[in-house]
Nanobody, 127 residues
């Protein structure tokens, strides 16, 4: 049973940057690089949507069209963390951001199929 803890959310002005981190742990030994890692977000009144995904090795990534060129996902398999660097933030990026993990490939990382989720971190982009 993995435990995911997000950090780094907050209030930022439009055009600003934030870096989200997700630390992964477990009560017993586990191999972090067996897990695909994704970031999702959910704005009030909207469905949870995929933001970005990174494969187990960290050499393949994908992004929602709305964040391409502004967000960068990365992972540190030595420290069991995944990060989301968010630049040029817009008010429409305001949401609760969730880290997710499973052994699925990125193309299969949809909410109904993902076993492990963090508690979420609030990102608010406003002047």
């Amino acid at each position: 049973q993995l435990q995911l803890v997000e950090s780094g959310g907050g209030l930022v002005q439009p055009g600003g940057s934030l870096r989200l981190s997700c630390s992964v742990s477990a009560p017993s030994a586990f191999t972090f690089h067996y897990y695909t890692m994704s970031w999702f977000r959910q704005a009030p009144g909207k469905e949870r949507e995929a933001v970005s995904c990174i494969n187990m090795k960290g050499d393949r990534t994908n992004y929602a069209d709305s964040v391409k060129g502004r967000f960068t996902i990365s992972r540190d398999n030595g420290n069991n963390t995944v990060n989301l660097q968010m630049n040029s933030l817009k008010p429409e990026d305001t949401a609760v951001y969730y880290c997710a993990a499973d052994t699925l490939p990125c193309q299969s990382m949809a909410p109904p199929h993902i076993r492990y989720w963090g508690q979420g971190t609030q990102v608010t982009v406003s002047s």
